[in-house]
Every structure is written in structure tokens, then in C-alpha cells.
């Protein structure tokens, strides 16, 4: 029996095996599937003379002291356990590479990026050390690269095997703990307690290696290199490489120090060096010391550089001082209460509309964040203090949320049962200021205004925190709005893209990407835009990023952009998990991206069952009649791709690629599709076979400069409708008419999400500005019956059966098949937490009276928030710096 087949056999139940990732000298790596949770896993078996040596109890026992390592920059421990004699372990699978692989591919990183990484591993050990855990075998290996940023994984392998008495036994095997190259002098030697002083001594030769391409010392056997880490003296990184800082030089010398005594005391004193920050200058000594005895002229240039630096320290010193304040840390989690972590629930953290929406809140001076927490089936509104421990919940929020600190930090709005309230933090009386919401954006303009989006984006209400409403506008189209105060100008967001709207004249500019010459390019696209100082913009791409560029506010132009963060919370078609303070810190929920799901098939009275399509961030789908064929639309990094797969065998092939793809609908014959695309200047309604080997033939282009063909709906050979968002009007046309010549016709008005009957004699829709679902008769329109209040997205599941949802529930409704008019009340059909809405129609019918929808990750709450001081300045001078 196979390695895999036994490994199969033995985890039968709980794993299932895909296939080896890797061998190492301690464990061979799988890829699994977790049955149980539905995810994807790196699942390693210790080589069984390994495991014979340390004993499987044993190791198991030690190596759970790493389970309750929960930090961003560290692969966390899933499961661990015997089966059929082998021992294993289980961690996330990430879709990344590891720092040996990125090292063998480009030899040397970029200073900033190998400044970056290091920083990144620094972090998580410091966390770690003060667990008291050390983990002995740090090298690029055990050094995974997600989004660009670092994962420190194997967290307590040489610590189980350490720990489990394994001490030279090892060497019978030709095994050892620990790597040659990055072992630190007192692991050559053998000494039984390690400190984590000796993780320092592994990441400054990771960081070496990082820089200049090779570790600080080499050899043709591990004897060789073993005696040159006991008596060797590391080379200077900037005599061989002269664009590294001296500063950065001293730092990795530092941690190379032979004695422990003489490296960085902790993991962040070396990450801090790394920074060139002055407090680190006296750690650092023996090596900006050492380059004072230079020959002259450089004697003097570097005492005249050493004497600056101590000047520059004590004025730092004095200026963080004179106040009574010390410097914080660069960057620091701040952990939630176990049962008030912060909730990503989909009853809780969206509109009835399932617009997702920004839970969280950081007050302007940054000393603590608002956040809606998962209480049972509800949420409460929590106070997180930013500098000590406090946090308790804030009186009167149950059900509330989208939390919005006030501009004084001493009241918070927030959302509530279909109500804008707003309520003093320290607690007191609450003030309802506006009802019937229904909520998509909710920010402060002044201490005494409010800015609230409702109706799914169509309508902004000024609010007087003490008199209530003000003054409501309707609008096209602007959710999640945020208030540019220099240019007096809405940022919203719609399918993804940034739109500066003037809400005194009604005209609005989309944002576009300057091209190298200066003129307008692409739109930006990304979610949780924000404009800071009125020249820079802030967003998440969709990638998961936090990404910042300069913003030219009377052009609507943004600028070259640059990556800051990653593995912020991406929320669904929405905003970002994410705040800026006044004095700007930046706080975020780390967290996994909503948008990439399965799609599954729900049919009536049965459970979701996934398609033979790799999770991916899908927009727009649709399954042909016979269910062989799955048009889907992709989001990536470079554009939507559209994709068609063979659901019989999984196959897939990508037909289209291009900005924008929206909707591609199959014609009942299943051979042909028709689906509207968008260039950065246009849309047009595309057909064609994809199939036949030929580019799509384009039936017409945009109708006017704001036409938006979404969505689109096709029920027979020859019909078609097309939805226009800003004119909230229904079009038909046919989908088989020679290219250019499709006529469209006007069939409603008032409606959004318009659907045509199977038996093509009624037409369904969502009233564009009240939120209901109307049917009424087709061609000619009769009387208008309200088939539901506050449900969305409608679709026909039969020519007189209605299927609408209702956040991520489904309600059923039948129909007079005569008159249109519904019988008795609707009934649940299903519903699915996991649901993750998409931009535009989010389920569709599979045709055999069910539905396909997006099933998104499993939602978890986040234990802890990210908090970056000062990281405002950090991000202008970065993006500046980017665009000079």
C-alpha cells in the first residue's frame, strides 16, 4: 500500500488526501481536505523514524502547546494526532510560495521587501516569546509568502521534538534540529536550553540571506559550516551590497552577535533596528561604533553621522517625553473578549438588502474603536480601548450596527431595526434620528451632521444629531458614501467602483487610473474607498490589500497605487473592514476575503450541493437548461474573465476577458450566451457561441453616457430584457438580431431585477425606489400586484411560482397563473448563513426548480484588531514616494 493510500485509509472521515506537496527532513506534506469544515489543509506526517525516536504521545502532548499561537504573521495549528502509526499535524493550506522558493527564484529581495519580511517574522516571534514558546528552526522554509507578506509556519516541531527527549538520538537517523546555516552557535554546541535570543540569531542570517543571497556562512559540508558559525565573522551586508542602510547593516550584525548576551534582547528591539529607529542606537553600538575607525575622510563623516544620530535620539527622546507620552509600538493586535469578538455574521453584519457594511469604528484621537460584536442571534455594540485593557458594552445597541464614532469622541451612530440612532459611549439617552432606513453608508460630516445612505443607495438623508432629519435627496446609485469635505463631494461605490458625486448639482464623475501621460485610464476599482486630506485615496483591492494612491480631486484622477497592508477583512461586493482616525492610526479586523466562494446548487426541500468549480471570487453566473454548462464571471486581478465550465467534468476555458463582464445569460437552446461588457468608456450587449470558435457578435452599444445594461435576463430564443440603474427602467430586445440593428423597447418603469415569466406572460421585478416585489402583466402591462415587502433580487422558479430573498433567507410565493395575483402569503424556503451576496443578481434558477448561489468561507469571528499608530504618515510618504 502507498504512502497516500495508507494515509487515506487511516484518515478516512476526517481527510481526504489530494496529493504530496513536499518532502523535508522531518515530515512529507499533503494536501487535504478538511471533510468536517470544508477547507483546504496542509496536513505533514513526521517520517516515521522520527516519530519512532521521539514517541507519538509525546510529541502530540508537546506540540499542542503551539495551538493557542494566534497571531496574523503566524501558520496556525488546526489538528493533530496518530492514525495507523503515523504521526500527524494539521495547518491552513496557503496558496502562496515559501521565502526559499521566492529566494530561489530572484537570488536577492528588494531592501524594503526583505526589510518587510523580517519585520513581519520579528513580530510573530515577539508574540511567541512571550508565550514562551521558541521555535528553534527558522529559515526560509518555514517562511511562507501570502499576498506578499510573511506566515511563520512548523511553530513547535523542533520544540515537540526537543521537548519529547530526542537530544542526539537524532543523529543515528542523519537527522538534526535545527539548519546549518541558520543555527545559531549555542544550537551547534549542543546546548540543551534555547533561548530566544537563538530565533533572533536564525532571522538575522534569514535577513542576510534576504539581502545579499546567500546566508552569513557557507561550507561544502555541515562541519564546515558548523565551525565557521562557531569562529567566523560575518561579512558587512553594505560592503557587499551598497544600497543597504548602514542602519539595516548594524541591526542584522547585531543579531549575529556569538554571544547571546550581545544580540537584541527581544524580536522587536532587532525589528525596531530595522527601522532605523533611534531608540534602537544603543543596542546597535559595537556596529555604528565600528565604523568610525574607518580611514580618513570617512572617520569623520561617520562620527559626525554617530554624533547627529545621538542628537537626533535625544531630541526624540525629549519631544515624546515633554508630554508626558513614550513611543507605542509600530504595530499591535489588541485582543476582544472571547464572547464579543467582532462579528461577520451575515444576519448581523448586513442590510436586509445584503449590502455588508463597515462594523467597525475608531475614534479621531485613535485611543479606542467601536465595534459590532456577535451576541447570539443579534449584535451589541462594544468599547475597545486602544492604550490599556478596557472594554465593556455599550448600553442601549443591542441589534445595532455599522458603528460611526462622532467627530468629539463622545457619541457613536450606528444602525438599528430600520433606525439611524445615536447614543453617548459613556452611556445615556438614545436619540432615534431617522426610520424606515435601509441602510448602505452611515458617516459623520461634522460634529453636527450626519450623512446616511438608504434604499440600496438611492436616497442620502442629512441628519442633526439632536433634531433628526434634515433634508433627503434621491439619487442614482451611491452606496457606501463617504464625505470629501475639501472638494464638498460624495466618494461612492457601486459594482466595485469609485464615483465622486456632487449632491448639489446631481452630476457625478467616475474615478479613473491616470495613465503615464496624464490622462484618464481605467476606473478604479476596489472597495472601502476613503479620501484623506483631499489628495490621497485609500481602498482595498481585490486582492485583499490595503492600497493607497494620490487623488486628484477636481480630475477624478488617482495616481500610481501602493500596497500597505494585507489580510484585512474583505467583506462582499461592500466595504472593507477597516478605519482611519483623525490623527491617523489605522485599525482593521484581519481576516479572510468573503468574495472567493464555492457556488452550489439548492433545489427544493434539499441541501447545497457544490458545483465542479474551484472556489473563486465569482460576480455573475448562469447554468444552461440541460445543467451541463456553467457561464461564470471571475473576478481577478487584472479584470473579469469569463469562464465557461463543463459541469460534467470540470473542465473549464476563459471566453472573454475584459474590465467589466456582467450577466452572461444562456439562450434556452444552451448554445449561445448573451452578456453586457464594459470598456473604460462603454457598455455593450454582446452574443454569441462559445462554442463555435468565433468572437461574440455586439448586438448594440451604450444607449447613452450612464446606461447600465444590469441586469440582464433571457427567457426565450428571442427575448430579452436589460435593466438600466440610473433610469431604473426595464428594455427589451432580441438577442438573435444582426449586430448593431437590436431594437429596445421600454417595458417598465420603476424596476430594477426584471424577470420574464417561463410562459412569458408576466414580468417580475424590484420597485426601484421602495424596495417591493411587483409582478404585472407582459407585453402589455396591467395591474401591478405587491407580491412582497422588503424583498430583493426576485427570480421565477415556475411560470407561477416566485422565489425573492430576504438577507441570506429565501421566501417562496405562488401566483394566480391567470391574473398574476399572489396567493395566500409567502412561505420560507431555505435559508444558508453562508451565503455571500455578489454585485448585482445573486442567485439564478438552476431549472429544475431550484436555484445556484455563492456560498461564501465559513464566517469567523475576529479574536483581535490590528491596530498601525501613525500609519497615515507611514502611507503618504510611501505613495509619494511611489509617484515621484
Known sequence: MTAIARLSTALAGRYRIERELGAGGMATVYLAHDLRHDRNVALKVLRPELSAILGAERFLHEIKTTANLQHPHILSLFDSGEADGLVFYVMPYVEGESLRERLTREKQLPVDAAVRIATEVADALEYAHQQGVVHRDIKPENILLYGGHALVADFGIALAASSAGAGTRLTETGMSLGTPHYMSPEQAMGEREVTPRSDIYALGCVTYEMLVGEPPFTGPTAQAIVAKVMTAEPASLTAQRKSVPPHVDAAVLTALEKLPADRFERAADFASALAG???????????????????????????ALGALTLLLAGLALWALTRHGTVAGPRVFDTALPEDAAMSFAATTATTAYGTPLRNISISP???????????????????????????????????????????????????????VMVVPIDGGELRRLLDGHSPTSLEWVSRTSLLAGDVDGRRLSWLDPEAGAQKSVTIGRCSLATWIPEQRQLLCQWNEEATAFDPASGQRWPVRVARPDGSAGGLLVGSGFRVVEGRYIVYLSSEGDLRAAPYDGTRHLAGRSVTLEGGVRRETVGDAQYDLSAEGTLVYAPGADATVGRLVRLARGGSPVALPAAAAAFQRYDLSRDRRWLSAVVQTANGDELRIYDLRNGQQVTWLRAEFIRHPLWTP??????????????WSVLSGAPGSGRPPDTLTTSLGATWNPDPLDVQSEHQALAGDWGAAIALRFDPTAPPGTARFDTVATDAVFVSLSPDGKFILYESGDEGRVMVTSYPVPGRRWQVASGGVEPLWLSSTEVLYRSGVSWYLARLNPVTGEPIGAATFWARDPRFSDTSGWSNRPSHDGGIIYLQGPEQVSAPYLRVVPHWVAQMKAAVDQANR
Request: proline share 5%; hydrophobic share 40%; aromatic share 8%.
Open 669 to 682: 437552446s444552451g448554445d449561445r450566451l448573451v452578456v453586457a461588457v464594459r470598456d473604460s468608456t462603454r
Open 365 to 419: 484621537a485613535g485611543d479606542f474603536a467601536v465595534y459590532a460584536a456577535r451576541q447570539g442571534d443579534s449584535t451589541m455594540l462594544w468599547y475597545r480601548s486602544l492604550v490599556d485593557a478596557t472594554t465593556h458594552a455599550i448600553t442601549g445597541t443591542k441589534g445595532a450596527t455599522v458603528p460611526r464614532v462622532s467627530p468629539e469622541g463622545k457619541r457613536v451612530a450606528f444602525f438599528q431595526a430600520g433606525q
Open 277 to 303: 529607529n533611534p531608540s534602537a542606537a544603543a543596542t546597535t553600538r559595537r556596529h555604528t561604533a565600528a565604523a568610525a575607525y574607518r580611514p580618513s575622510p570617512w572617520r569623520r563623516v561617520s562620527v
